[in-house]
């Protein structure tokens, strides 16, 4: 059975549907991946997830190495049973926390050594000691360690980053292989490509992962501060040249209106923290644009978050009564409106498939887009 099948592109554009097959699961794709940094999405429980048609969540090694640590975890039997989740995860290297959380740092092409955001003790990452940490962790798609520059930066900082990069990609297959064995049923391990947002290095880093033995790629180093177009160009032009029958992934993305334009593009699976992150500051997304739900505007407002949304929260309570928990801080305000975010996500990537599969994905993308911007939201 191949792990990754491309069932369809839309005869429109470069929308694709597709299916990835772990031990733990099927993962429709397109697909969105909630965030689960700390082995929890926030505010919610793994039952709510699976409800809201989450078939994939994605955790963070770098913040599981540091707390609870590595043996706490493995005593659990590994991740998914320590936080009760039985469907597919997918661990982050945590390549991009250690950048930008790190209170000290020191990159080398050994690794990464850097002092914790947590209690300031320092510790040495390498390539092969993060694929030991993801095994330990039993995470179904691994990615590597790699060095994720900053926007804006020099054509010289992206480069030396990139090479970097494939340097530890090919040590991360090397790890994989002497740790695991092969291209295993049991653990997949994704490539990322980097070279910020210089199209020259973004198609060199992508040709020299592309000739690695990786079971999917990934689009690192976007949505980190530029243009959303220089974003979408430098997406198209890596995407433009990858292998059809295997999954990508870009990393870190994004909003609602990024995900309609990345499946365009051809991207099958996403992440972000901005469901919930919104959620838990009073803004729902909503199928007419982003709700601030704070406002006063909602006092005596009886309806639900979005009329056209079937989730537990819309069908069973009104804006008022959400502007009443989040203005009286109740925690269950942040959760309701958390969750609504999270199955409006999940709409957004079910929709997608079904106008891929009928090869009318322009369509859906077009009508989306013109009622999510028609600023009828306050």
């Known amino acids: 059975m191949n792990y990754y099948s491309l069932i369809h592109q839309d005869k429109n554009s470069k929308a694709r549907l597709g299916k990835l097959t772990t031990i733990r699961g099927r993962i429709d794709t397109p697909c969105f991946m909630p965030v689960g940094t700390q082995a929890t999405v ?30 706490v975890i493995r005593q659990a039997g590994g991740l998914h049973k320590f936080m009760g989740w039985d ?19 020191k990159i080398s092409d050994k690794g990464v050594e850097f002092q914790s955001h947590i209690d300031g003790d320092r510790h040495f990452l390498t390539p092969e000691s993060v694929i030991e940490t993801e095994r330990d962790l039993g995470s179904d798609i691994m990615m590597p360690l790699d060095e994720c520059a900053h926007y804006p930066c020099t054509e010289d900082h992206a480069k030396v980053a990139a090479e970097r990069t494939f340097n530890w990609a090919k040590r991360s297959i090397a790890a994989k292989r002497e740790l695991i064995g092969g291209s295993g049923e049991k653990q997949k391990l994704f490539g990322i490509i980097q070279g910020a ?29 530029e243009p959303k177009d220089l974003m979408y160009g430098m997406a198209g032009v890596v995407l433009d040249i990858l292998p059809a029958q295997k999954p990508r992934y ?81 925690i269950l305000g942040l959760r309701l409106v958390s969750l609504h975010n999270l199955y409006f996500y999940q709409e957004i990537t079910r929709r997608a498939r079904e106008a891929i599969a ?16 028609s600023e009828e939201c306050v």
Do not use: W
């Not at 995860?89 to 000290?104: E, K």
């Not at 006092?299 to 009104?318: A, W």
């Not at 009928?358 to 911007?373: R, V």
């Open 197 to 225: 947002t210089f199209e020259n290095l973004r198609k060199e880093c992508a040709r020299q992962i592309m000739g690695l033995d990786f079971d999917g790629l990934a689009l690192g180093g976007l949505s980190v501060g």
């Open 358 to 373: 009928a090869d009318d994905y322009p369509a859906f993308k077009k009508d989306f887009l013109a009622q999510y911007f």
């Open 250 to 330: 870009m990393m870190g993305v994004g909003l609602p209106e990024d995900l309609i334009e990345a499946i365009g593009l051809g991207v099958d699976m996403f992440d972000c923290v901005a469901p919930t992150r919104y959620g838990r500051n009073g803004t729902a997304f909503t199928s007419r644009g982003k709700m601030t739900v704070r406002n006063a505007v909602y006092t005596k407002d009886f309806s639900p978050l979005d009329p056209e949304c079937g989730c537990y929260t819309c069908k069973n309570f009104t804006r008022a009564y959400l502007r009443h928990l989040f203005n009286t801080s109740e």
């Open 87 to 105: 469907k597919p995860v997918l661990t982050d290297s945590g390549g991009f926390q250690i950048f930008s959380l790190a209170l000290l740092r």
């Open 42 to 71: 926030k505010t919610i429980s793994p039952s709510e997830l699976s409800d809201c048609g989450a078939q994939i969540m994605l955790s963070n090694a770098y913040h599981l190495f540091l707390r609870p640590g590595m043996e």
